[in-house]
């Protein structure tokens, strides 16, 4: 339990030092979002005199915005344990608020993405292992290096342009229907879904494939241990040897993958979200950088820290369940 | 009997599987027709690149979340600037004129807010007076000193000089301020206004109630509803010329880039929007299922000298830049129809100034023709020479190098800045082209960290452009003037220019101080306008639009009150009646389909009388 303990608090310290961390890094950037809002507001022709924008600019930022950097950093932390992680300057609105509605829409595709990638890309890894030698395989590994190289929000923008324009047979943007009221009705559950297609198909084509690919090297070396050698002697089942015996020991890196990736899940992509005007989280990660929004991006990476450190925690705990081997001295 | 009774069971089911699909199958195939007879509510989809405020609610007065574009006509103004003429458009305004100093503005009556509160003058004042509170440029460029209430129909302002962009400016303000729904704020400023930078930090978090109860404005549509990405409008059925409105709602639809943007057309989703096409001019203008619309020469695109770079600082040298740019193959690189090459070196050359001054003055001034040897004596001119490589020097033998700056996101201009560096190179010149970020540009721009940078501005008053750079002054991508300068063999005192031409009070008064501007601007070379630009909007099939531009119609807000305007105008926006409606003329033939449908039809009918008439006996 003592190694749990460690584990956590050092988790704590990583949350808190990235948050400091991410606080200057963000600061470091060229630019900032007065000199960025005065731009808007003059080549908008929304302000007439340079005088203007700078006027209008300034009722946007925040109050401590010309204190010493460290009076901020020590500012926002005080703010982030009282549960306030301040305004968005490009909306105004609670970076908590922002958060808490986008967040969910985000966990929603990527959870999906995440479970059909991997286990398509497992269950393929592991028929290519079985398979190895034969030209399906040679085919399958080059079409799989092909789908893992292309980034996901090249997919987006393949899927956008065949399945919005070419043939119009998905919603091109937006979570949902605008038309049709929000509620739990079967009109809004088969719209929400119907939205969702394209952003988790975006995520799928392009990650199952690394999945496919971890999988079949680790199922191969197993096929050549000998204790496979001895169950296919005892002359049991083909299925029963692929699951029990190569899937169950090759699943353990992957299995580590996963909990990771859990973390990111929380991150969302700014491209693929942008592309389908998806209401996630990515996509205020992409404005929030544009913009120079300091509070919202802080709160962006907070959200992203505490959730990729904890996966690794987690990650960390249960591998020492999932693999027996595997030993954590007190 | 028991296979018997099998079979009929059997037969009975397959009977009424028959009759069920038969009538299921007539009614899909008919469905066409049933959609045709039904008159939907006319939306107008526009794609609009916009932030939004947060969802479901509107502050006229919050600084963030301007959505323009389509949102514009919830709110009318006085009477918008009808731009390239000294003309304005009665909205809310009626009629307005001079007496001595003070400008009295005639309202509109019988207008009522978006909640139904009456519309009336001092509704006007509490727009000024948070104007006021803003810091609008009416007020800081001593354009007003005062406006009050004369009585419930008429406001009139003060005016302390230039009454031509008092008119401008004045006039074209969108009165959004209503006094019932910002009274605090408004109160709190003439009790205390030495509060008013607290006033407006606060009016931005003001949230004035939930959408739907909210006064958002005087114009055709009211706010009905807004997401992060959607924005819908209704139809304001109390609004003074609702019987010119042909739409029932507009859906604006955020555009996140123009490859997406171009999709929403492309499917024929949008109705209305202006995305840069990432496709070839031919395939932008021939594009199936959309109309392409220029709205010319809305804006123009320029390049801005550093004046701290002390080469840049020497008219002589930006001169020469001027004449070692093809400004031809400048725009022709960035591939895309909204870009001419500019033709007489003043700012606006093609839209505004034109209009105050003839021909014979235009063709005086230096036109800037392509001659790269003339640029090149010019370079020497100035003390610079050629090394053995061909590349431009200092007298210490160090090579000339500048760094143009622009926003990577615009590929059309990354395109033609990526000219502009190709171009200069070709002189000498080694130009470095930096793709950056809009933030850090920005912010390169308001630092003066750049040699040469991009800038875009749209059409406005001549005297505002002078008004910026004298009182931007030392703000290096507005104020790159000095104050005096050397011109035509002496000193020339720009503030003072300014301050003069302050004091004209009529077309014909300003119009020799717009021909001085015009020519300093030629000569001087602040900045180099290279394209006189327009823009370019896409509309579907849906909708009839004006068959083509026409300057009238162009508002304001770089063109994008058109949409407002046509919206208004009878007769110049009108529904595609053959997609709205049932069409007027039965079709030629009867299709294929009806006749599927009624045999179809008949089949289920003798199925029926089969089953319960014969059957029976």
Redesign the interface.
């Known amino acids: 339990m003592k190694w749990i303990y460690r584990r956590a608090i050092l988790a704590l310290l990583s949350i808190s030092f990235t948050v400091a961390l991410t606080f200057f890094l963000i600061r470091l950037m060229p630019g900032n979002p007065m000199d960025y809002y005065i731009q808007i507001l003059m080549r908008s022709g929304r302000a007439r005199t340079i005088e203007e924008a700078i006027a209008r600019a300034k009722s946007l930022m925040p109050v401590n915005m010309n204190d010493p950097i460290w009076k901020q950093l020590l500012d926002y932390i005080a703010g982030v344990l009282h549960g306030d992680l301040g305004r968005s300057i490009s909306s105004f609105t609670p970076v908590s608020e922002i958060i808490v509605k986008s967040l969910p829409w985000t966990v929603f595709i990527s959870s999906i993405a995440l479970t059909l990638s991997f286990t398509i890309g497992t269950i393929m890894g592991l028929v290519l292992a079985y398979k190895r030698g034969t030209k399906f395989e040679g085919f399958s590994v080059a079409a799989l290096t092909i789908f893992g190289a292309i980034p996901n929000y090249i997919m987006a923008l393949i899927l956008f342009y065949v399945l919005t324009i070419v043939y119009p047979i998905l919603p091109m943007r937006g979570g949902y229907d605008s038309l049709i009221p929000v509620g739990l009705t079967f009109e809004f559950i088969v719209s929400v879904i119907t939205h969702a297609i394209l952003p988790v198909a975006s995520y799928v084509l392009t990650d199952f494939a690394g999945w496919a690919l971890g999988i079949r090297a680790m199922a191969t070396t197993i096929l050549g241990e000998d204790y496979v050698t001895v169950a296919k002697a005892r002359g049991l089942k083909e299925s029963r040897i692929v699951t029990n015996y190569v899937g169950r020991n090759s699943i353990l890196p992957q299995f580590t993958g996963l909990v990771l990736s859990i973390g990111f899940l929380f991150g969302g992509s700014p491209l693929v979200e942008t592309i389908f005007t998806y209401p996630g989280i990515g996509r205020f990660f992409a404005s929030a950088v544009s913009a120079r929004d300091y509070p919202l991006l802080q709160g962006l990476f907070l959200v992203l820290s505490i959730t990729v450190i904890s996966a690794n925690l987690i990650a960390d705990i249960l591998y020492t369940r999932i693999d027996p081997r595997v030993k954590v001295g007190d | 009997m028991k296979d018997g009774t099998m079979k009929d069971g059997l037969r009975n089911k397959l009977v009424v599987a028959f009759v069920v699909t038969a009538l299921a199958g007539a009614l899909f195939l008919n469905l066409p027709f049933t959609q045709a007879a039904t008159k939907s509510p006319v939306i107008f989809v526009y794609s609009m690149e916009a ?5 479901g609610h509107f502050n006229n007065y ?5 959505i ?1 574009h389509a949102a514009v006509s919830m709110i009318d103004q006085l009477a918008p600037h009808v731009l390239g003429t000294t003309n304005f458009y009665p909205e809310l305004a009626t009629n307005w004129n001079f007496v001595g100093d003070w400008l009295v503005v005639k309202l509109r009556t019988g207008v009522t807010w978006h909640d139904g509160v009456p519309f009336n003058a001092t509704d006007v004042w509490s727009t000024f007076i948070l104007h006021k509170i ?4 009416e007020w ?2 001593n354009i007003i000193d005062d406006v009050q209430v004369v009585n419930a129909s008429a406001v009139k302002f003060h005016v302390t000089g230039l009454h031509d962009l008092a008119l401008n ?1 004045l006039l074209s303000a969108y009165v959004n301020g209503p006094y019932h729904v910002y009274k605090t704020y408004v109160d709190a400023f003439i009790a205390h206004p030495d509060t008013a ?1 607290a006033i ?2 606060d ?3 003001f949230t004035p109630r939930s959408v739907a109860q909210g006064a958002i404005g005087t114009g055709p549509f009211m706010l009905s ?1 807004m ?4 924005l ?1 409008l209704k139809k304001f059925t109390n609004f003074y010329a609702a019987d010119t409105i042909v739409i029932d709602y507009i ?1 604006g ?2 555009e ?2 123009n ?2 943007g171009w ?2 057309f ?2 024929n ?1 949008a109705d209305w929007g202006e995305p840069f096409a990432p496709v070839p001019v031919a395939t932008v203008l021939n594009a199936t299922g959309t109309k392409v619309f220029l709205a010319k020469q809305t804006r123009h695109d320029f390049v801005v000298f550093n004046f701290k770079n002390p080469l840049l600082a020497q008219k002589t040298f930006r001169q020469a830049f001027a004449y070692a740019l093809n400004r031809t193959e400048l725009v022709l690189s960035a591939n895309y129809p909204v870009f001419h090459a500019s033709q007489d070196i003043i700012p606006y050359s093609e839209f505004y100034i034109k209009n105050w001054l003839n021909t014979t003055f235009l063709n005086s001034l230096n036109k800037y023709e392509y001659d790269p040897d003339t640029a090149k004596s010019l370079f020497e001119s100035i003390g610079l020479r050629y090394n053995d490589q061909g590349q431009l020097c200092y007298t210490n033998g160090s090579v000339v190098t500048l760094y143009v700056k622009f926003p990577a996101p615009w590929t059309d201009v990354a395109l033609m800045m990526a000219n502009v560096a190709t171009q200069l190179n070709r002189v000498g010149v080694t130009v470095i082209p930096l793709a ?12 003066g960290d750049f040699d040469l940078v991009w800038y ?3 059409g ?1 008053h001549p005297y ?1 452009q002078g ?2 750079a004298t ?2 002054y030392g ?1 290096p ?3 790159q003037f000095p104050k005096v300068i050397t011109w035509q063999g002496s000193n020339f005192n720009l503030t003072k220019f300014f301050v003069d031409w302050g004091k004209a009070t009529s077309v014909a008064a300003e119009t020799p101080y717009v021909a001085k501007l015009a020519q300093i601007y030629n000569d001087y070379l602040f900045a180099l306008p290279f394209s006189d630009t327009d823009t370019m909007f896409y509309g579907s099939g849906r909708f009839i639009y004006p068959p083509s531009y026409d300057t009238a119609w162009m508002c ?3 063109a994008r009150g058109i949409i407002v305007a046509q919206l208004l105008m009878p007769g110049k926006f009108q529904l595609n009646m053959t997609y709205w409606t049932v069409p007027t003329e039965a079709p030629a033939q009867t299709p294929i389909e009806t006749y599927i449908a009624i045999g179809l039809a008949v089949v289920v009918a003798i199925l029926l009388a089969y089953i319960f008439l014969v059957r029976k006996k």
């Not at chain 2, 997401?227 to 959607?230: G, N, Q, V």
């Open positions: 932030n939004f405020q947060p969802e919050a600084e963030t979340g301007y323009g803003r810091g609008y440029s800081g460029s400016w930078d407006s930090v009016l931005n978090s509803n997401t992060e990405s959607d819908w859906h639809i955020k996140p880039s490859e997406v999709g929403y492309f499917s989703t950056l970020d809009w933030a850090t540009v920005d912010h390169a721009m308001n630092i875009t501005a749209g406005d505002q008004f910026d009182n931007g703000f991508t507005y104020g304001n807000e770089y």
